[in-house]
């Protein structure tokens, strides 16, 4: 198994982050881009640090507000998707999540948002690079799994794929099903818990997630579901956590790689035990 943490898991700046998340074992990382930009250096940088510490850049992450956007957006939006691809290209990263729209104004229509995201996956194909699809919680028009899978098939281009957060999954309440969706579409897969909170789901999310085994969604069940269905990729944590933010990045990055030791051990769980 792959150990991948996104860098928006732990405080400090970007060196600081990889280094703490180098120390605690991982092998790869998700890039926010957030915490890149901050850091104010280039993406080759970027890769040569990677590379000193060992790790790999598995997910460069996010693109935002694509699919449905108003047609007169569309050179910028072209550009914008452009320049990350070439950004990821430089420090040798192929895989970038792209999340569903929040945008107010975009279509609700399947047809548009799945030509949108076609076109995506052919500049995508451009670069030698993939687009995983994911299905934000509270998105504005596909906001579960099944909804982004729907697109990812009807678009059925090789550099278009999947990716999978247990949080978006679990926090609606849906359970994870497989069947129909063949593994090698599945392009990223992402761990969370949560404690329950009445909040909205975004601010739940953005605040209150936690490390696998810390919450009380079925996070061991969705990591078995992917398991027995196959899936090779890279377990990567994304883990937005006000309380975490507080600690030390070396403590965070620790208490994930151990979180993700926790997971792996559950998948070996017999299947009516209780995980």
Known sequence: ML?????????????????????AGFDGVEIFEP??????????????????????IFLYQP???IEGAP?????????RACRTFETMREMGCRNLLLCSTLQAGSNA???????????IADIAASFDARVGYEALAWGRHVNRYTQA???????NHPALGLVLDSFHVLAVGDTLSLAGIPPEKIFFTQFADAPRKDLPLDEWSRHYRAY?????????????????????????LEV???AWQQAPASASARAGFDSLIWLAEQCNTPPGDKP
Request: aromatic fraction near 8%; charged fraction near 25%; hydrophobic fraction near 35%.
């Open 3 to 23: 150990r991948s943490i996104a860098t928006l898991c732990v405080a400090g700046s970007l060196p600081e982050k990889l280094r703490a998340i180098a120390q």
């Open 35 to 56: 915490d890149f930009t901050d850091w104010g250096e280039s993406p080759t940088r970027l890769a040569a640090l990677c590379r000193e510490l060992g790790l790999t």
């Open 63 to 65: 693109l935002r507000n």
């Open 71 to 79: 047609p007169e957006e569309w050179p910028q939006t072209r550009e």
């Open 109 to 119: 229509d399947p047809a548009r948002q799945t030509d949108d995201l076609a076109r």
């Open 149 to 155: 899978w729907e697109r990812v098939q009807a678009v």
């Open 212 to 236: 696998p085994g810390e919450g009380a969604l079925p996070v061991a069940g969705f990591a078995r579901t992917l398991t027995r269905a196959g899936y090779q990729g890279p377990w990567s």
């Open 240 to 242: 937005f956590s006000d």
